[in-house]
């Protein structure tokens, strides 16, 4: 295998995780997601079947009395229809593969009506940085 090509069960089952976490909630939701396969056969595990935040009101998290989070008025309470979401489950497979754990991170960004407004960074791994 071409080591630019690398293609992991974590892959898989990362992406099996949130495409089916967000089908589950947002049925018909466009999805574009980097790997072509799924893990047939697995399951996912029932500790992670609730772990997909809908809530996104998040209130005071800064300390300074204003959410950090703001959606403008015309991006709220759109038609699925009008909505892409692209997946890249683990962005650094390769450093995944080789251990370099820092360098690997899930990412996911939105569409509406064809133009990107939002995406969101993983870092699974930044607590070993701490350790």
């Known amino acids: 295998t071409d080591s630019k090509s690398y293609l992991t069960i974590a892959d ?3 992406q099996q995780l949130i495409v089916d976490s967000l089908l589950q909630e947002w049925p018909g939701l466009a999805i574009v997601a980097e790997e072509e ?4 056969g697995w399951e996912i595990p029932d500790r992670y079947r609730k772990c997909l935040v809908t809530d996104l009101d998040l209130g005071d998290l800064d300390g300074v009395g204003e959410p950090r989070l703001f959606v403008p008025e015309e991006l709220q309470d ?7 979401v692209f ?3 683990v962005d650094g497979t390769r450093e995944f593969v080789e251990g370099r754990l ?4 899930c990412l996911i960004g939105i569409s509406v009506r064809g133009r990107s407004v939002a995406g969101v960074m993983g870092l699974p791994f930044h607590h070993r940085n701490q350790e």
């Open 102 to 105: 820092l360098s690997c991170q």
């Open 78 to 84: 759109l038609p699925i229809e009008e909505v892409c």
């Open 12 to 14: 898989k089952r990362a």
């Open 87 to 89: 997946v890249d489950p």
């Open 37 to 40: 396969e799924r893990d047939e």
